[in-house]
T-cell receptor
Framework: DGGITQSPKYLFRKEGQNVTLSCEQN?????MYWYRQDPGQGLRLIYY???????QKGDIAEGYSVSREKKESFPLTVTSAQKNPTAFYLC?????????????FGNGTRLTVT | GESVGLHLPTLSVQEGDNSIINCAYS??????FIWYKQESGKGPQFIID?????DKRQGQRVTVLLNKTVKHLSLQIAATQPGDSAVYFC??????????????FGKGTLLTVNP
């Protein structure tokens, strides 16, 4: 059953600690994305990757980092530099970023930083 | 409509009624549109998409209408069921330079289906 797996579902961290969110897809999609969702707001793009070993900043990349060493995996690190890290984080993938195709989303990781 | 702060626009319907959820998009150059359904605590689920060379597309119990003149998109759900209760949001895909596209998401509408 193809899809996107995000783990963990809930994550709690102390302020000042870096934390890495996992995202794996078995859809054979080239493009992968990280979005942040806050109450009452549309999804905001953090980072995206069109191919392995390449990634680009989205609209709100500050305080985040990513890697794309394998096609299937696109982990997101929330660093201590991110001023307001508590949010619901969504990973997505699509066939390609360069033509019209829907994004498929995982079920998210809710990060709480205290 | 637009959300204010934490509050989403809401639509409350009776089970069995038809629902219409609206979305105004901003970029006249957008050429692809998607509707998503998001249940509480889950990721968005793809419902239906439409390209700008069409004005209507039908799926199972859902229809998307596109009016490019007024930059308006709507999602119609026939015979709404309690399981349809969720937040629905649209997304528009627009050119952002070179061969790149940018997907912009709306804030969503909360649909509540009353049994």
């Amino acid at each position: 059953d193809g899809g996107i797996t995000q783990s963990p579902k809930y994550l709690f961290r102390k302020e000042g600690q870096n934390v890495t969110l996992s995202c794996e897809q078995n859809l054979n999609h080239d493009a992968m994305y990280w979005y942040r969702q806050d109450p009452g707001q549309g999804l905001r793009l953090i980072y995206y990757s069109q191919i392995v070993n390449d990634f680009q900043k989205g609209d709100i990349a500050e305080g985040y980092s990513v890697s794309r060493e394998k096609k299937e995996s696109f982990p997101l690190t929330v660093t201590s530099a991110q001023k307001n890290p508590t949010a619901f984080y969504l990973c997505a993938s699509s066939i390609s970023r360069n033509y019209n195709s829907p994004l498929h989303f995982g079920n998210g990781t809710r990060l709480t930083v205290t | 409509g637009e959300s204010v702060g934490l509050h989403l626009p809401t639509l409350s319907v009776q089970e069995g009624d038809n629902s219409i959820i609206n979305c105004a998009y901003s970029n006249s150059a957008s050429d692809y549109f998607i509707w998503y359904k998001q249940e509480s605590g889950k990721g968005p689920q793809f419902i239906i998409d439409i390209r700008s060379n069409m004005d209507k597309r039908q799926g199972q119990r859902v229809t998307v209408l596109l009016n490019k003149t007024v930059k308006h998109l709507s999602l119609q759900i026939a015979a709404t069921q309690p399981g349809d209760s969720a937040v629905y949001f649209c997304a528009e895909n627009s050119p952002s330079g070179g061969s790149n596209y940018k997907l912009t998401f709306g804030k969503g509408t909360l649909l509540t289906v009353n049994p």
